[in-house]
């Protein structure tokens, strides 16, 4: 549930930007009479900054996103991205639901919310390596940020 709260926080913050510069920690309380520290960002995170930061033990993962989707995980239209060319691929990493839906599901990992596609993504490269996604590897190989990493 926590996860469902912080990636519709974050995509509304995406979307529509910060809370108010005045807002007080009071607005934001989450029980009734015991307020929370909020602490405003001078700069918000970016998708592209969390899904880097989310895999910085994998940076081919974070040049896989890039390439598969522009870090974008949610359209215009407000829903999950589809591929391009292949309407079963989902989300910012672009993960087939034909191959991966039901192995995911049995792991327990929605595929169409943005930590468990990036989730899914990563228990995947521990298990196949960078081959799941080796029809946009020309444009992932040659990153470099590839090349520094290593």
Same mark, same amino acid.
């Not at 995406?14 to 405003?40: I, M, W």
């Not at 969390?50 to 989707?69: G, Q």
């Not at 999950?80 to 991966?100: C, K, P, S, W």
């Given at each position: 549930?926590?996860? +469902?709260?912080?990636?519709?926080? #974050? ?8 809370? *108010?510069?005045?807002? !007080?920690?009071?607005? #934001? !309380?989450?029980? *009734? ?5 909020? /602490? ?6 970016? +998708? ?6 989310? #895999?910085?033990?994998? *940076?081919?993962?974070?040049? =896989?996103? /890039?390439?598969? !989707?522009?870090? @974008?995980?949610? $359209? /215009?239209?407000? /829903?999950?991205? @589809? $591929? ?6 989902? $989300? ?13 599901? @049995?792991?327990? =990992?929605? +595929? ?9 993504? %990563? &228990? ?7 081959? *799941? &996604?080796?029809?946009?590897? %020309?444009? &992932?190989?040659? !990153? ?7």
């Amino acid at each position: 549930m926590i996860e +469902l709260t912080t990636t519709a926080l #974050f995509i509304l913050t995406t979307l529509y930007g910060n809370a *108010p510069a005045n807002a !007080s920690a009071d607005a #934001f !309380s989450l029980l *009734p009479g015991r307020p929370v520290e909020t /602490k405003l960002a001078d700069q918000p995170l970016t +998708l592209e900054q969390y899904v880097r930061e989310y #895999f910085k033990d994998e *940076p081919i993962l974070a040049e =896989i996103a /890039k390439c598969e !989707s522009r870090f @974008r995980h949610i $359209g /215009k239209n407000g /829903k999950v991205i @589809r $591929g391009e060319l292949t309407a079963e691929d989902v $989300g910012v990493m672009q993960i087939n639901e034909y191959f991966h839906l039901d192995r995911a599901e @049995r792991l327990g =990992i929605d +595929l169409r919310t943005l930590e468990g596609n990036l989730t899914y993504a %990563k &228990w995947l490269y521990a298990k196949e390596g960078a081959v *799941p &996604w080796y029809s946009s590897s %020309k444009c &992932w190989e040659k !990153s470099g940020t590839l090349a520094l990493a290593k």
